[in-house]
């Protein structure tokens, strides 16, 4: 706020002001007086300023991070319900799935499952899964990691080993479309990785 103080009441605040100065002179004293006096107003102002408020993620970065967290948790549920549906232990394989992969994906699992069982084939053992990466793009995603499938070896319902594909003995890129439906993150259709990811 601007204070203007009237002339009689500037000797005040001013003592080096006297009648005996010129007119001219007096004019301008007044108002380097004034300015000095708004500038020390403002001064007062800005000190009992409260501290800003320190910044915090924006409301869409604390979204994607939440996202990509999901994400995850699908995704290892989701290779947990493919260990149990080829191990040969469920009655029904395609209820593994439920609330983890879309339609389309779960057909695809129940259908593997269903072929092992007919030719009385399992896998034994579990996949190791590293280096998992998550992008989100408003309501789709994509997530992407390495399998190493060699402590996850297919076997006859009798026992006997059955020989790997090669591709099974190292470390492998796996990738997949990521939907969300009704508010829940699902596994979609796999992508070829291409030469873009290594393991």
């Keep these: 706020m601007l204070f203007v103080l009237p002339l009689?009441?500037?000797?005040?605040?001013?003592?080096?002001?006297?009648?005996?100065?010129?007119?001219?002179g007096r004019r301008l004293v007044i108002g380097l007086a004034c300015i000095t006096i708004v500038a020390a107003c403002s001064g007062d102002d800005d000190a009992t300023d409260p501290?800003?408020?320190e910044p915090t993620a924006?409301?869409?970065?604390?979204?994607?991070?939440?996202?990509?967290?999901?994400?995850?948790?699908?995704?290892e549920r989701y290779?947990?319900?493919?260990?149990?549906?080829q191990s040969g232990a469920s009655d029904d394989p395609a209820a593994l799935f439920e609330g983890l992969a879309t339609e389309s994906t779960i057909e695809v699992n129940a259908g593997i499952?269903?072929?092992y069982a007919?030719?009385?084939?399992?896998?034994?053992?579990a996949p190791v899964i590293t280096d998992v990466n998550v992008q989100v793009v408003d309501r789709s995603g994509v997530v992407s990691a390495c399998m190493d499938e060699s402590e996850w070896l297919p076997q006859l319902t009798s026992g006997e080993e059955i020989p790997p594909a090669p591709e099974q003995l190292e470390p492998h890129p796996v990738v997949y479309e990521m939907v969300q439906s009704d508010g829940s993150w699902l596994v979609?259709?796999?992508?070829?990785?291409?030469g873009t990811i290594t393991c």
């Design 188 to 194: 979609g259709d796999p992508i070829e990785p291409g």
């Design 58 to 75: 924006s409301v869409s970065e604390t979204t994607a991070s939440q996202d990509e967290e999901e994400i995850r948790t699908v995704f």
């Design 8 to 24: 009689s009441r500037l000797d005040r605040y001013c003592p080096c002001m006297s009648g005996s100065f010129p007119r001219t």
């Design 113 to 115: 499952a269903s072929r």
């Design 79 to 85: 290779v947990d319900a493919v260990v149990e549906a």
């Design 51 to 53: 501290a800003a408020p």
């Design 118 to 125: 007919a030719q009385g084939i399992v896998r034994v053992g």
